[in-house]
C-alpha cells in the first residue's frame, strides 16, 4: 500500500475576546503574528560528523584535519566551490559502499518535509511531518511557517544521494557501491557529489522555492525545441498495436493539433517488434509523417533475449529473491560489447527515421526493482558489475551518454523507468511517476495527479517533465479523463494522449483539439493545496499572460486502499 500525507501544516489562530480588545488595541497586530524563523543548513559549514562505509555493518568514523576527514588512506575532502560543496573520495585500499555526512540544527517539531523519488514515483510523494528513518532521495525541502528551504546535490552526480531530516539535524547518505558491494576506486579520486542548498524567503510559494532550487541544481538542462504532445497507443492496445491503429492515431492527431503550432507526434509503443505486424518500420515511419505527424518509437535497450551470451549479461543475484524475474536478461553496459548491443537498439530506432525515442525499463534491469521497493537502497548487495571500478552512479550516465550519443542532437529523447537526476542536462523529457492506465481511474489518479504536482518544480528546469498519457478509452469514465486531460494540457509538460478506437466522438474531439492548442503555448501550473493533499485539487495556470484557477474533483466516490 502506497504511504500516504501523514498531517497537515498546523493553523495559529487569533482568538480576539472581547476582554482583551483594549489591550490588542493598544499593541501594533504586526508584533501579535510574528512567527520564529526556520532554521536553515548552511552545507557549507563543516558537518558535525563524516563516516565511511565498508557495508553497513563496517562502519569507518573520520577525523578532520581542516577540509580533509581520514580513517588511514581512506579520505574524503571537502571543498567550497563557485556552486556548492564538492564532496570527493579517495580510497586506494577500501571498497567504500556509503558515505554519510551529518550536520547538527535544532528544528521544530511542526516541520513538513518533502523528498523526490530514485527513478519514477508511486504515488507517494508529499508533504509529511518528520519521520527521521524516511528517506528522501536526491534532494529534499523543510517547510515552517511559509518558509522553504532546500537542501541536495547537482544533478549527474558520480553517487545516489539521499537526505533525513530529522528535529536534531540533517543526514546525507551518498552511495557510491558498484552493484550491490563497494567500488574498486584504486588510485583514482571519485569527486562524489556537489552539495546545494537554497534559504527559502519568507513569503514565497513552495512551488516558487522548489523550481528555484531544481534550477539550482541543474545549471543547463536539455530542453526540446518544440512542445512535446502527439499520441502513443499503449493504454488502448497494451501492446496488441498495429501497424493501421498507429497511423490512425497519427491521423487523428495531426487534424486536432493547431495549425500554426508544432507538428504533434505519434509513438509506437512496445508491440512493435512482431514482424508479422510490423514488416517494415522504416516504412512505417514515413507513413507517420505522410499522415502530418512526427514518428516516435518505445525501445528497451538493455533488454536480451534467450540465447544471449550469458559473459555479456547481468547476474541474477541482483533481483535478490524474486527469483520469478530470473529470465528478465539484461546486458551489462560495462561490458562494451553489451554496451554497443543496447545502444544499437536506439541507433536502429533513429535509422529508421523516429523524430523522438522513448527508452525503458533501465533501471529495473540494471538494479533488480522498481522505485517503489528500493526504500534506502536502490539495489541488493552482494553482486557488482563486471567493470568494479565504477559506481552505480557512474555507470547509469555512461549509458544515459551513450544513447544521448546514438540518438544525435536532433532526436527528442524521452527517460522511462530513468533516474531523472542522472537524465537531467542529458534528455529532454522524462517519465516522472508510474503507469497511469486506461483500464482503472483510480491508478491515473494516484500515480499521474501525484507525480505531476509534486514533480512540476522539476518542469524545464531538469527536463520536460512527462506525468504519463491520458488515455482516452471505453473503460474510462468520460469526465474523469476529460480533467485529467485538462490539468495534463495546462501545465506545460508533454501532452500525449492514447485515443482508443471507437471512444472518440465530436466532444473527445473538441476536448483534444482545445488542449493541444493550449499545450501549444507552453503553459505553466501550480498545485495550490500539495501541504493538504497527495492529490492536490486546487490549480493555478498561467498562459498567455493570464491567471486561471480551477477545481477538480479527483475521487467524488473515494480513492481504493487497495493494490492497483
Given at each position: 500500500?502506497?504511504?500516504?500525507?501523514?498531517?497537515?501544516?498546523?493553523?495559529?489562530?487569533?482568538?480576539?475576546?472581547?476582554?482583551?480588545?483594549?489591550?490588542?488595541?493598544?499593541?501594533?497586530?504586526?508584533?501579535?503574528?510574528?512567527?520564529?524563523?526556520?532554521?536553515?543548513?548552511?552545507?557549507?559549514?563543516?558537518?558535525?560528523?563524516?563516516?565511511?562505509?565498508?557495508?553497513?555493518?563496517?562502519?569507518?568514523?573520520?577525523?578532520?584535519?581542516g577540509?580533509?576527514w581520514?580513517?588511514g588512506?581512506?579520505?574524503?575532502?571537502?571543498?567550497?566551490?563557485?556552486?556548492?560543496?564538492?564532496?570527493?573520495?579517495?580510497?586506494?585500499s577500501?571498497?567504500?559502499?556509503?558515505?554519510?555526512?551529518?550536520w547538527s540544527?535544532?528544528?521544530?517539531?511542526?516541520?513538513?518535509v518533502?523528498?523526490?523519488?530514485?527513478?519514477?514515483?508511486?504515488?507517494?510523494?508529499g508533504?509529511?511531518?518528520?519521520?527521521?528513518?524516511?528517506?528522501?532521495?536526491?534532494?529534499?525541502?523543510?517547510?515552517?511557517?511559509?518558509?522553504?528551504?532546500?537542501?541536495?546535490?547537482?544533478?549527474?552526480?558520480?553517487?545516489?544521494?539521499?537526505?533525513?531530516?530529522d528535529?536534531?539535524?540533517?543526514?546525507?547518505?551518498?552511495?557510491?557501491?558498484?552493484?550491490?558491494?563497494?567500488?574498486?576506486?584504486?588510485?583514482?579520486?571519485l569527486?562524489?557529489?556537489?552539495?546545494?542548498?537554497?534559504?527559502?524567503?519568507?513569503?514565497?510559494?513552495?512551488?516558487?522555492a522548489?523550481?528555484?532550487?531544481?534550477r539550482?541544481?541543474?545549471?543547463?538542462?536539455?530542453?526540446?525545441?518544440?512542445?512535446?504532445?502527439?499520441?502513443?497507443?499503449?493504454?488502448?492496445?497494451?501492446?496488441?498495436?498495429?501497424?493501421?491503429?498507429?497511423?490512425?492515431?497519427?491521423?487523428?492527431?495531426?487534424?486536432?493539433?493547431?495549425?500554426?503550432?508544432?507538428?504533434?507526434?505519434a509513438?509506437v509503443?512496445?508491440?512493435?517488434?512482431?514482424q508479422?505486424?510490423f514488416?517494415?518500420m522504416?516504412?512505417?515511419?514515413?507513413?507517420?509523417?505522410?499522415?502530418?505527424?512526427?514518428?516516435?518509437?518505445w525501445?528497451?535497450?538493455?533488454?536480451?533475449?534467450?540465447?544471449?551470451?550469458?559473459?555479456?549479461?547481468?547476474?541474477?543475484?541482483?533481483?535478490?529473491?524474486?527469483?520469478?524475474?530470473?529470465?528478465?536478461?539484461?546486458?551489462?553496459?560495462?561490458?562494451?560489447?553489451?554496451?554497443?548491443?543496447?545502444?544499437?537498439?536506439?541507433?536502429e530506432a533513429?535509422r529508421?527515421?523516429?523524430?523522438?525515442v522513448?527508452?525503458?525499463?533501465?533501471?529495473?534491469?540494471?538494479?533488480?526493482?522498481?522505485?517503489?521497493?528500493?526504500?534506502?537502497?536502490?539495489?541488493?548487495g552482494g553482486?557488482?558489475?563486471?567493470?568494479?571500478s565504477?559506481?552505480?552512479?557512474?555507470?547509469?550516465?555512461?549509458?544515459?551518454?551513450?544513447?544521448?550519443?546514438?540518438?544525435?542532437?536532433?532526436?527528442?529523447?524521452?527517460?522511462?523507468?530513468?533516474?531523472?537526476?542522472?537524465?537531467?542536462?542529458?534528455?529532454e523529457?522524462?517519465?516522472?511517476?508510474?503507469?497511469?492506465?486506461?483500464?482503472?481511474?483510480?491508478?491515473?489518479?494516484?500515480?499521474?495527479?501525484?507525480?505531476?504536482?509534486?514533480?512540476?518544480?522539476?518542469?524545464r528546469?531538469?527536463f520536460?517533465?512527462?506525468?504519463?498519457?491520458?488515455?482516452?478509452?471505453?473503460?474510462?469514465?468520460?469526465?474523469?479523463?476529460?480533467?485529467?486531460l485538462?490539468?495534463?494540457?495546462?501545465?506545460?509538460?508533454?501532452?500525449?494522449?492514447?485515443?482508443?478506437?471507437?471512444?472518440?466522438?465530436?466532444?473527445?474531439?473538441?476536448?483534444?483539439?482545445?488542449?493541444?492548442?493550449?499545450?501549444?503555448?507552453?503553459?505553466?501550473?501550480?498545485?495550490d493545496?500539495?501541504?493538504?493533499?497527495?492529490?492536490?485539487?486546487?490549480?493555478?495556470f498561467?498562459?498567455?499572460?493570464?491567471?486561471?484557477?480551477?477545481?477538480?474533483s479527483?475521487?467524488?466516490?473515494?480513492?481504493?486502499?487497495?493494490?492497483?
Open positions: 500500500m502506497k504511504k500516504t500525507s501523514l498531517a497537515l501544516l498546523s493553523r495559529r489562530d487569533l482568538i480576539l475576546g472581547a476582554t482583551a480588545s483594549a489591550s490588542l488595541a493598544a499593541t501594533p497586530l504586526r508584533a501579535q503574528s510574528v512567527k520564529p524563523s526556520l532554521p536553515f543548513a548552511d552545507l557549507r559549514e563543516t558537518p558535525a560528523q563524516i563516516t565511511a562505509f565498508a557495508g553497513l555493518d563496517n562502519a569507518r568514523p573520520l577525523t578532520r584535519s577540509s580533509e581520514r580513517a588512506d581512506l579520505v574524503v575532502t571537502l571543498d567550497n566551490s563557485r556552486t556548492g560543496t564538492v564532496v570527493s573520495l579517495a580510497a586506494p577500501v571498497a567504500v559502499t556509503h558515505l554519510r555526512l551529518r540544527l535544532r528544528y521544530p517539531e511542526d516541520i513538513v518533502l523528498g523526490d523519488a530514485w527513478e519514477r514515483s508511486y504515488g507517494d510523494l508533504w509529511r511531518n518528520v519521520v527521521a528513518e524516511r528517506p528522501l532521495p536526491w534532494y529534499c525541502a523543510v517547510h515552517q511557517n511559509g518558509t522553504t528551504h532546500c537542501y541536495g546535490v547537482e544533478t549527474g552526480a558520480a553517487s545516489l544521494g539521499m537526505w533525513q531530516v528535529t536534531a539535524g540533517i543526514t546525507l547518505w551518498l552511495d557510491v557501491r558498484n552493484g550491490g558491494e563497494g567500488v574498486l576506486l584504486g588510485s583514482r579520486v569527486k562524489a557529489a556537489t552539495l546545494v542548498a537554497r534559504r527559502g524567503d519568507r513569503g514565497e510559494s513552495i512551488h516558487s522548489l523550481s528555484a532550487f531544481c539550482t541544481m541543474c545549471p543547463s538542462p536539455r530542453l526540446p525545441k518544440t512542445t512535446v504532445y502527439g499520441s502513443n497507443d499503449w493504454y488502448y492496445a497494451y501492446g496488441k498495436n498495429t501497424a493501421e491503429g498507429i497511423l490512425r492515431d497519427a491521423e487523428l492527431v495531426a487534424a486536432l493539433a493547431p495549425s500554426n503550432g508544432p507538428k504533434p507526434f509513438i509503443d512496445d508491440g512493435w517488434q512482431n508479422q505486424t514488416p517494415d522504416a516504412a512505417l515511419t514515413a507513413q507517420i509523417r505522410s499522415k502530418g505527424a512526427r514518428p516516435g518509437l525501445i528497451r535497450p538493455l533488454q536480451a533475449h534467450a540465447g544471449t551470451d550469458p559473459k555479456l549479461l547481468l547476474p541474477d543475484v541482483r533481483f535478490g529473491r524474486r527469483r520469478e524475474r530470473f529470465n528478465d536478461l539484461a546486458y551489462d553496459p560495462t561490458i562494451p560489447e553489451a554496451r554497443e548491443a543496447a545502444l544499437n537498439t536506439m541507433r533513429v529508421w527515421g523516429n523524430d523522438l522513448k527508452h525503458d525499463f533501465s533501471t529495473y534491469e540494471l538494479f533488480g526493482g522498481w522505485g517503489s521497493e528500493m526504500g534506502a537502497s536502490m539495489t541488493t553482486w557488482h558489475f563486471n567493470d568494479r565504477l559506481t552505480n552512479a557512474e555507470i547509469v550516465l555512461n549509458l544515459y551518454r551513450g544513447l544521448r550519443e546514438a540518438a544525435g542532437e536532433q532526436t527528442v529523447v524521452i527517460g522511462c523507468n530513468t533516474i531523472g537526476h542522472l537524465a537531467a542536462g542529458l534528455f523529457a522524462n517519465r516522472t511517476g508510474d503507469d497511469v492506465s486506461g483500464r482503472a481511474w483510480e491508478r491515473t489518479r494516484r500515480m499521474g495527479v501525484n507525480t505531476l504536482a509534486f514533480r512540476l518544480p522539476q518542469n528546469a531538469l520536460i517533465v512527462d506525468a504519463d498519457c491520458v488515455p482516452l478509452t471505453k473503460a474510462i469514465a468520460w469526465e474523469k479523463t476529460r480533467i485529467w485538462d490539468v495534463v494540457a495546462r501545465s506545460g509538460t508533454t501532452l500525449i494522449v492514447s485515443p482508443e478506437p471507437g471512444a472518440i466522438g465530436a466532444e473527445q474531439k473538441a476536448a483534444l483539439r482545445e488542449a493541444f492548442a493550449i499545450a501549444a503555448t507552453t503553459p505553466a501550473a501550480t498545485a493545496d500539495m501541504l493538504q493533499s497527495n492529490a492536490p485539487e486546487r490549480w493555478t498561467q498562459q498567455n499572460g493570464g491567471i486561471k484557477k480551477a477545481n477538480y479527483w475521487d467524488e466516490d473515494g480513492a481504493s486502499p487497495f493494490s492497483i
